[in-house]
T-cell receptor, first 110, second 114 residues
Framework: GDSVTQMEGPVTLSEEAFLTINCTYTATGYPSLFWYVQYPGEGLQLLLKATKADDKGSNKGFEATYRKETTSFHLEKGSVQVSDSAVYFCALKGAQKLVFGQGTRLTINP | DGGITQSPKYLFRKEGQNVTLSCEQNLNHDAMYWYRQDPGQGLRLIYYSQIVNDFQKGDIAEGYSVSREKKESFPLTVTSAQKNPTAFYLC?????????????FGEGSRLTVL
């Protein structure tokens, strides 16, 4: 079945550092790919998405490119802020339901 | 404002008791979902409903029950048959499973069994 694998956390960075959170997937067909973010004590919010190969999703300085050849959708940000501290979930939507990765906790220190 | 409202935010339950978590949406979405979140395990799908009066089991439906009598409401009952109910429960909705599948989430309900 469909599955998503994220890099294990937690990840701790200093403010203004470069961020990469790796995400790879296994799916039949051509899924849509998502990054969701969960701030402390809240539900999840959609951060960005890509619906076909080579699409780049972007929002709030975050980017991810749908790479079909490597089945990846890595999340990047050039300069993180303390307010980016959260749990990040990679997800895919195949023929039926949405499948989530296990989440990566990110902490940014000032 | 449009959105999803979950209540209560925190709930304590004694072993052997059933408890019902409320989820209401005013987004006019057809599909609604319940997920369970445990530390380090991501989100696991409990039940989902694509239309009123119809719902399907997700990956971990045992010990849970739902109803979908109204489009706006999708309550989840955690029964005494659920062996490890302490968790964070998230309700979500979408315009339908035939779409790209973007979900809108509530703020969650944290259930603790004493």
């Amino acid at each position: 079945g469909d599955s998503v694998t994220q890099m294990e956390g937690p990840v701790t960075l200093s403010e203004e550092a470069f961020l990469t959170i790796n995400c790879t997937y296994t799916a039949t067909g051509y899924p849509s790919l998502f990054w969701y973010v969960q701030y402390p004590g809240e539900g999840l919010q959609l951060l960005l998405k890509a619906t076909k190969a080579d699409d780049k999703g972007s929002n709030k300085g975050f980017e991810a490119t749908y790479r079909k050849e490597t089945t990846s959708f890595h999340l990047e940000k050039g300069s993180v802020q303390v307010s980016d501290s959260a749990v990040y979930f990679c997800a895919l939507k195949g023929a039926q339901k949405l499948v989530f990765g296990q989440g990566t906790r990110l902490t940014i220190n000032p | 404002d449009g959105g999803i409202t979950q209540s209560p935010k925190y709930l304590f339950r004694k072993e052997g008791q059933n408890v019902t978590l409320s989820c209401e949406q005013n987004l006019n979405h057809d599909a609604m979902y319940w997920y369970r979140q445990d530390p380090g395990q991501g989100l696991r799908l409990i039940y989902y409903s694509q239309i009123v009066n119809d719902f399907q089991k997700g990956d971990i439906a045992e010990g849970y029950s739902v109803s979908r009598e109204k489009k706006e409401s999708f309550p989840l009952t955690v029964t005494s048959a659920q062996k490890n109910p302490t968790a964070f429960y998230l309700c979500a909705s979408s315009t339908g499973t035939g779409s790209t599948g973007e979900l809108f989430f509530g703020e969650g309900s944290r259930l603790t069994v004493l």
